[in-house]
């Protein structure tokens, strides 16, 4: 089974801050990584698809990048409604799939 | 406006069973593959079920299998998760979502349902 670590856990960051996350799978798994966002009671929502494309209506201050086993989801300058739980997704082993634990982007 | 809803949770004891429904709207239902994944109460994600458009393959994670059965009826735009013998540790917001595909192995899930609370307990 392919393994997705995502770090740090945690972060506290301002508004303004450029903020990255990281997602280091266990094999390679190409370019097939996906990001979600998650706002607490809310449902995820697709942000960047496979590793560096961004959804459509998701600002340009996100972007993605990486291929191989190690990615990273990348926001330019933080804004209040960016303060969520991001999760990575491999779609490498498809149709099997398996998301990483979680980021949880807090404010400062 | 493509939307996914689901329904069916609720409080069910240690070994019985649920049945989850998901109304799909907004898109040619037939024509995509679907997912079902859940969330235990402050934790993360975890896919749990695959369906293909036809409904003739499915893929389960470990976790389930043997346990829950993924079906579809695409006459009724409707996905549905059977779940039986269930366990405390089944407790979870269960979520369905579309499928997208791209090139390669490129897939990801868009959009999701709003979720239905499923609580194993006695």
């Known amino acids: 089974d392919i393994q997705l670590t995502q770090s740090p856990s945690s972060l506290s960051a301002s508004v303004g801050d450029r903020v990255t996350i990281t997602c280091r799978a266990s094999q390679t798994i190409s370019n097939s990584l996906n990001w979600y966002q998650q706002k607490p009671g809310k449902v995820p929502k697709l942000v960047i698809y496979a590793a560096s494309s961004l959804q459509s209506g998701v600002p340009s201050r996100f972007s993605g990048s990486g291929s191989g086993t190690d990615f990273t989801l990348t926001i330019s300058s933080l804004q209040p409604e960016d303060f969520a739980t991001y999760y990575c997704q491999q779609s490498y082993t498809s149709p099997m799939y398996t998301f990483g634990q979680g980021t949880k982007l807090e404010l400062k | 406006e493509v939307q996914l809803v689901e329904s069916g949770g609720g409080l069910v004891q240690p070994g019985g069973s649920l049945r989850l429904s998901c109304g799909a709207s907004?898109?040619?239902?037939?024509?995509?593959?679907m997912n079902w994944v859940r969330q235990a109460p402050g934790k993360g994600l975890e896919w749990i079920s695959y369906i293909s458009q036809s409904g003739g393959a499915k893929h389960y994670a470990a976790s389930v299998t043997g346990r829950f059965t993924i079906s579809r009826d695409n006459g009724k735009n409707s996905l549905f998760l059977q779940m039986d013998s269930l366990r405390p540790d089944d407790t979870a917001v269960y979520y369905c979502?579309?499928?997208?595909?791209?090139?390669?192995?490129?897939?990801?899930?868009?959009?999701w349902g709003q979720g239905t609370l499923v609580t194993v307990s006695s």
């Open positions: 907004g898109f040619t239902f037939n024509r995509y593959e």
């Open positions: 979502a579309r499928q997208r595909a791209g090139t390669g192995r490129n897939v990801w899930f868009d959009p």
